[in-house]
Each structure stands twice: as C-alpha cells, then as structure tokens.
C-alpha cells in the first residue's frame, strides 16, 4: 500500500498556447508533422487559411486570394485581435467573423496522428521518452536532442505494438532502461516476427482474407483477382505480405529486448489513495497498470506536475488485435482513469496519437466521450451481428458497412490503416466475445453456439 505524495504546481491557464504549457512542465514533444487547409469565398475572393502542427506548437497562416504571401501569421486564437489591427485594410470588417470563425474550426479539430508521440521530460538529473516510436526522421530528432542534453536516459515503453517501440534500437545506449510491463516479456520471448506470424496466421482463419486484403490496400477489381489467386494457391502468402506491410510502415523490428527493464509482479504496488495499482520508477514518476489496448499497457503519472501520459487507452477504435484485450475491460479501465484525473485533479494529459490535452474539465470530457464513443460502436457492432444467428463473413462486413449509424461510419472513415484493416479486426473480436463460431471455414461462415 503506498500513498502518492503530490505538491502543487501552477495551475495551467486554459487560453494558453498548448507548447508553452509543456514547455512549463518540462515535456518537449517529437510527433508527426501535420498540415490542415481551409478556404473560403467572400463574394469574389478567396480566404484560406493553412494550420501547421510541428510538435504539438500550432502556426495559423492566413492567406488572401491564390497570394503567395500571408496577411497573418499567428501561434494562438488570441493574437487574432492584435494582430488583426496591424492590417485593417486588407481585410474587410465583414470578413472578422468568418476568419475567426474559421480559425476556432481548425483549432478545435481533433485530429488523430498516425505516429506516435515521443514524450522526452527529465526527473533531477535522468532524462525520461515515453515511447521512441517509429520512422527514422524522429530518431534523429530524438538522438540530436539526447546529444545536446547529455544527460542519462532511459525509454517507458507504453505497450507492445512496434509503432511504440521501433526506434529503440537506435536511440538506447549501453546505460539505458527500457521499462516494460511483464506481460510484455511473453510477448517478446519467441521474438516479434514469430508473434504477428502466429497471430496474422489465427486471424486469418477466421476471416475472409480476399476482403480483408480488399479493404486494407484498396486493390483495384484486376489486383484484387491476382491476390485471391496467389493467396488460394498458396496462403502463407497472405501473411507474408501483411509482414512485409507492417515493416514498410515500421521501418524496423527491433526492440532492443537486451534493455528491457520489467516491471514485474513482486515489485507491483497499491496505490491505495487513487485504488490502482503500478510501479515507482523513481520518486516522482509512476507507472500505471492500464490493460486495455493491450494487456502489456502502461501510463506514466507525474504527480508533482499534475500530467499524465495515457498512451492509447482512449484511442478510437480498440481493440485492433485479436491477442488484445475485450471491450469491458477497455471501458474499465477509462472509467479508472477518469476517476484519477478527478481524484488527483490532473490538468495535462498526454495521449499517443492525438493532441495534449490542458485543463481538468476538458481531460475529463475528452476521456467520457471517448469511452461514450467506444461504447456505442460496440453496441452498435453487437446489434448487428445479433440480428442473425449465422453469418458468412463478407455478408458481415457488408453489414457493417452499410449501417447507418454516425459511430460505425466514423470508424469506417478511420480504416485506412497503416497496418491491416482495424475493423476486420474489431468485428472479429466481437463475434467471438458473443459466442459465434466458424461453421464453415470454407465460406468463413459462423454461428451462434449458445
Ligand atoms: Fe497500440
């Protein structure tokens, strides 16, 4: 039993830029560059304005007609207003609203990263990433930052999935940790490639993979034929272009096991005061136990700066593998962490692949509607599929694609999956949690057995 010792720290002021609250609670952020455009007509000109997101620091640029040349260049709504009086006359009153209008649309967008974040912070005199993540352009972000700072450093790794963990190898020296949960020394032990072979090879029978295939690349009618003649021919195909497809987007497949660091059972504390259990990395940083993404998930808390990493606990869809966890434990463990964020009065969460969040209230609305949203889609999927007692997959999946239902359209426009289709996935999970099994592995056609 331990209880959290919290000292206070200056609460964040919610209209403030979200980098300089990060940068007041020391967390640098490596993520993915991203880019957003909108237009608009004002009877015969156009007004356009283009958001660029460079580790999570936010630029509005604000460009008249097809003009090469911005009016306006601002890091935050509230420098519109000044901004604005420096150039009175390019811009018409009756066009004000409309701009902010347009600004608030694309600051209020929640936007989904398909790389993860890396989080770099440092306690005393040891420097902390949360996840290296992938791609080698953040690597070499990331090393050329660790160079500068030349301080100690070891890597929290969220969970298993590869696009968390790629770029280990790269960044760890001979001193470094890699904090894992226990789970993850099963996972690892026959070696990742064994593990997606064993897995793609179980989720394969399960499914039809032609339309699998179909809906992960997108295949025209002539491809998608060659593919389902070469895969009928010889099925271990299938999953070895998968692999392949996995690594293009990965990049590499080494953990760096030889530094992993478990957090293991014996070592497994209560933290009585917020009821959830996890480790003491070292004063002031935990880890949380927070099956749900997988069973392996941990988050990071820092108390005395009032932040939180959440890694994918909240991410829409899961699970998106069938060795992952079931639905009411997903929800469970949301409901824990809302009750921390409220407990603790968190103000800075930090989510894997979409933007921080600052401010209690609005941590605790993104989570609620996060779980409110996974919630209906499950429902949604279990309705579905319980309005037959037997079905052949492609029947299925065409079902499901053409509900009417907001949620399951949002996941559907969500499935462009870097990997393999999420929703193949997510409704072969489901089937099997409602006792459905295959009765044909022919037509992959599957009935209710209870
Ligand atoms: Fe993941």
């Not at 990060?22 to 015969?44: A, H, M």
């Not at 895969?231 to 992993?260: C, D, W």
């Not at 993104?366 to 037959?388: A, F, P």
Request: aromatic fraction near 12%; glycine fraction near 2%; include cysteine.
């Amino acid at each position: 039993m331990e209880m959290l010792k919290t000292t206070p720290v200056k609460a964040i002021d919610t209209n403030q830029n979200l980098y300089d609250v990060l940068q007041e609670r020391g967390i640098i952020v490596f993520s993915q560059n991203i880019t957003l455009v909108k237009k608009n007509q004002f009877g015969k000109r156009f007004i356009r304005i283009r958001l660029d997101i460079i580790d999570c620091r936010k630029q509005f640029t604000i460009f008249l007609n097809e003009e090469k040349t911005p009016v306006m260049v601002i890091n935050h709504l509230n420098q519109f207003q000044e901004a604005y009086q420096q150039i009175r006359d390019k811009i018409k009153p009756e066009e004000v609203l409309s701009i902010q209008e347009m600004l608030r649309e694309l600051d209020e967008k929640k936007l989904k990263f398909s790389i993860p974040h890396s989080y770099y912070f440092s306690i005393g005199e040891t420097a902390y990433l949360i996840d290296s993540s992938t791609s080698k352009k953040r690597a070499l972000n990331i090393k050329s930052h660790l160079h500068s700072t030349a301080k100690p450093f070891h890597i929290l790794s969220s969970h298993y999935h590869p696009d968390h963990w790629a770029n280990n190898v790269l960044l760890a020296n001979r001193n470094t940790r890699i904090y894992v949960h226990h789970a993850a020394r099963e996972i690892f032990m026959p070696g990742y490639h064994v593990l997606m072979y064993t897995y793609l090879a179980k989720f394969f029978k399960t499914v039809d993979v032609v339309d699998v295939i179909r809906r992960t690349f997108r295949l025209s009618r002539r491809m998608l034929g060659l593919a389902a003649f070469f895969i009928r021919k010889t099925p271990i195909l299938a999953i070895l272009v998968f692999q392949a497809y996995n690594m293009k987007f990965v990049e590499r497949f080494r953990s760096g096991k030889k530094h992993f660091y478990y957090l293991d059972k014996d070592d497994q504390v209560v933290f009585e005061d917020i009821n959830m259990s996890g480790w003491k990395i070292t004063d002031g940083l935990i880890a949380l136990e927070t099956p749900g993404h997988s069973y392996d998930h941990l988050a990071f808390y820092i108390p005395d700066r009032k932040t939180l990493f959440t890694g994918e606990i909240d991410v829409f869809l899961n699970p998106v593998s069938i060795i992952d966890c079931p639905q009411p434990l997903i929800h469970a463990t949301i409901d824990q962490v809302i009750q921390l964020v409220i407990t603790e009065n968190i103000d800075l969460l930090l989510p894997s692949h979409y933007l921080p969040i600052s401010g209690n209230q609005k941590i605790v609305e993104h989570l609620t509607e996060q779980k409110e949203k996974l919630q209906h889609c499950y429902q949604s999927i279990c309705n579905i599929i319980l309005e037959q007692t037997s079905w052949e997959w492609r029947k299925l999946m065409q079902a499901v694609y053409q509900s009417s239902d907001q949620i399951i359209q949002e996941a559907i426009r969500l499935n462009w999956p870097k990997t393999i289709s999420n929703l193949d996935i997510y409704v072969a999970f489901v089937l099997q949690e409602l006792g459905y099994v295959m009765v044909d592995p022919s037509t992959k056609t599957w009935r209710i057995s209870k």
